[in-house]
């Protein structure tokens, strides 16, 4: 079975619909589909109540007069004609003819042919419904998944399309336990709307419906009792409604919370355990889960309360309907006969059980609504400003990087304050300042990833705003402090900003970023394999090659965001190196807290409380005072040297030693 999921398309109309029918528009694209799947669930459910019906002829045609013709003294004909069962029929009491029979024998004649004739009717209905019943089990439960499994692809691909398009604002202010709960947990519990759509509502609707038409026809009295229990039934859910809807959004918020504490042991698990902290760590995740543990019981409290007052409702009513049958029978009212009776306590057993259903899925239904909120929460995000009609495409920086009056702010507090300078094209400018001065901010906005909240930078006099993200990015590499690798080889993240590379240029890459000189030594070479967040390369390996990956990207502009602070002194003089390598040309961004690797930048912009406080190249900063000079003066007090680390450095770890 083949089909192309067709994306789900939003519109603005889509926020304001409920999230519930938001998930089942999933489901618009298999609507062919879905409409086999209820003529599927039609014809299972016709048979499983014509099982239930085949009780009436059981009773009233074969068994009632087999019964009249053994009381009349005729031997028992179901047994007489069957062979092998004539001796066993001898021996039945009864068998011999009574002379005082008041039955003609040719009316017992004609009886006992009636009753084989619709012994064999029953017979070969019985065969031909557990022929087709397995048959249409399979097909409507292959189709059941088929349907579900693409739904749930459809649904995880927009909400990771999503959360990969939202700003990097959203992803600070977002812990990453919530987002990822929001993307696994509440997308799998939201989809189960789906599941309860297209698996127990359909099939007990259509159940109901087939069920309440043939209680209709076995006995129209009866059917009207024993719809009296519907009205209660939905009472009740309507009574639990709000009560499951808010304690399962409560229990959602702190599964988020418990998979975001998780994240974080595993993150820091070496600090815990340098610190000794596995005890403290492991009380506080046990009080997290236990609060966890006290909302999930709150949800299930209620469903479960619904759920057993259903029951009861139904089991009371189920009873009630047989005892009021068992009067009419024996009064002659209606004309109920056993037969009907029997055939529709069959059909009504039949259908309580998707009545209940019904209501327990409607309860379940309540239930996920609060994932649905939650994933669709995402999906309704602001994602990156869209280019402007008139937005222009750029090729590299010709004349200058210009920041003018340049003001931004996480929150309340201004992080940058009315900022200006230039960038000629070509030239290296170092960025330097205490912690938190709004270096990396700067960076942030050079690539867009945030918005000026006044003032603008421009490159070659275009303002950034009006120059198409695509565009931009691809004039704009980055070397961050954390290298980071994705799970693959080698050559998978030298050359993951542009797949279009060949080997020969990812080799040239390598090489100039000094890569090569500790993949020859590996056995797979280029073809060996990272692991996650590169754990099986040192520190000082990881970071060429992203200068390599950068190096490949041949950009226009380049961005070192502290890119050797994090490196031992070997380490960060071969990746110095590789920086050199990759310098020639092109625009620099260089943030550092080391001031021994921007000394020979052509200015140096030093970032004080918000502003621009000063700007020169080091020879010049050097003859002022001000913060540079100060940061020149720690760096290179009494036993330490302006080219050396800061500190002095312990003996290098074996596990950090390249190649």
Known sequence: MKADPAQHDRGPEDAERSPIIRVFLYARPYLALILLLVT???????????????????????????????????????????????????????????????????????????????????????IALILAMPVLIFCRSYLLVWILDRVYVDIVRDVCAKVLLLPLDFHHSSSRGDVLTRMLADVQSGHGAIKLLLGKLIESAVMIVVGVGVMFYISWHLALVSLAVGPAIFGVVAT???????????????????????????????????????????????????????????????????????????????????????????????????????????????????????????????????????????????????????????????????????????????????????????????????????????????????????????????????????????????????????????????????????DDEIVAAAVAAHVDEFVDGLPDGYDTEVGVDGVRLSGGQRQRITIARALLKNPAILIFDEATSALDSKSELLVQDAIESLLGGRTVFMIAHRLSTIRGADQIVVIEGGGVSQCGTHQELCKTSGLYRELVDIQTAPDLDLDSDPLPQPEPNPEEEDG
């Open 40 to 126: 599927l669930t039609i014809g299972l459910s016709s048979s499983r109540y014509a099982r239930a019906y085949l009780m009436k002829p059981i009773l009233d045609n074969v068994l009632l007069p087999q019964q009249e013709l053994v009381e009349q003294g005729e031997a028992p004909s179901l047994l007489k004609n069957i062979p092998g069962f004539g001796e066993l029929s001898s021996k039945v009491p009864g068998t011999k003819l009574a002379p005082d029979s008041s039955m003609a024998a040719a009316e017992r004649k004609a009886l006992g042919d009636a009753v084989m004739e619709s012994l064999g009717q029953i017979v070969l209905a019985g």
């Open 240 to 502: 639990f409604n709000s009560r499951i809807k808010r304690s399962a959004r409560r229990r959602q918020e702190k599964v988020g919370d418990v998979t975001g504490r998780l994240i974080e042991i595993l993150a820091g698990i070496k600090i815990i355990k340098a610190f000794q902290s596995e005890a403290d760590e492991r009380q506080v995740f046990r009080e997290e889960t236990q609060k966890l543990f006290r909302r999930s019981m709150k949800a299930s409290k209620n469903r479960v309360l619904a759920r057993s007052l259903i029951i009861m409702l139904t089991n009371f009513l189920t009873i009630a309907m047989l005892m009021l049958g068992v009067m009419m029978v024996l009064t002659g009212r209606f004309g109920v006969s056993a037969g009907d009776l029997a055939a529709f306590g069959m059909v009504l057993s039949t259908t309580y059980g998707p009545i209940r259903r019904l209501a327990n899925s409607w309860v379940l239904l309540v239930d996920s609504q609060a994932s649905a909120e939650r994933f669709c929460a995402i999906l309704d995000a602001p994602g990156e400003p869209e280019d402007p009609p008139d937005a222009v495409r750029i090729n590299g920086v010709h004349d200058r990087v210009s920041l003018r009056d340049v003001s931004f702010s996480y929150g309340r507090e201004p992080v940058l304050d009315h900022i200006s300078f230039d960038v000629e094209a070509g030239q290296i400018v170092a960025l330097v300042g205490r912690t938190g001065a709004g270096k990396t901010t700067i960076a942030d906005l050079l690539m867009r990833f945030y918005e000026p909240s006044s003032g603008s930078i421009s490159i070659d006099g275009v303002d950034l705003r009006r120059i198409q993200r695509e565009s931009l990015l691809n004039q704009i590499a980055i070397v961050t402090q954390e290298a980071f690798l994705f799970e693959g080889s080698i050559r998978e993240n030298i050359g993951y900003g542009r797949k279009e590379a060949s």
